[in-house]
């Protein structure tokens, strides 16, 4: 099992910026899959974000293209989600997620990963 700890979350203005943070207790390069997910109040849960800390390989939904960036830093243990351009429709709890070996499951998939951090939470006012 991997734990994970989320941290970088608060209040932004619409437009603005944060950085996500996401330790590991392992290398992340020992990791299959890492990911973000979201979930707003009254909504399903949602992967946004998925990395292979191995290959360096990136995946993104359409919402997320282009406005943030999902990286990892091996020596730090971290996987990290660069957000920039907030909108207020980004608010929600924010989690990250892994998966130590590796499997033939799609990233966005809920069952691509089986441990979870426990959150934090991003609110962007307009």
């Known amino acids: 099992q991997v734990h994970l700890v989320e941290c970088g979350g608060g209040s932004v203005q619409s437009g603005g910026s944060l950085r996500l943070s996401c330790a590991a207790s392992?290398?992340?390069?020992?990791?299959?899959?890492m990911g973000w997910f979201r979930q707003a109040p009254g909504k399903g849960r949602e992967v946004f974000a998925a990395?292979?800390?191995?290959?360096?390989?990136?995946y993104y939904s359409d919402s997320a293209k282009g406005r943030f960036t999902i990286s990892h830093d091996n020596a730090k243990r971290t996987m990290f989600l660069q957000m920039n351009d907030l909108k207020p429709e980004d608010t929600a709890m924010y989690y990250c997620?892994?998966?130590?070996?590796?499997?033939?499951?799609?990233?966005?998939?809920?069952?691509?990963?089986?441990?979870w951090g426990q959150g934090t939470q991003v609110t962007v006012s307009s």
């Open positions: 997620a892994a998966k130590r070996d590796s499997d033939y499951r799609i990233w966005s998939s809920d069952s691509a990963y089986n441990d």
């Open positions: 392992e290398y992340t390069t020992s990791i299959y899959r």
């Open positions: 990395i292979y800390p191995g290959t360096g390989r990136t």
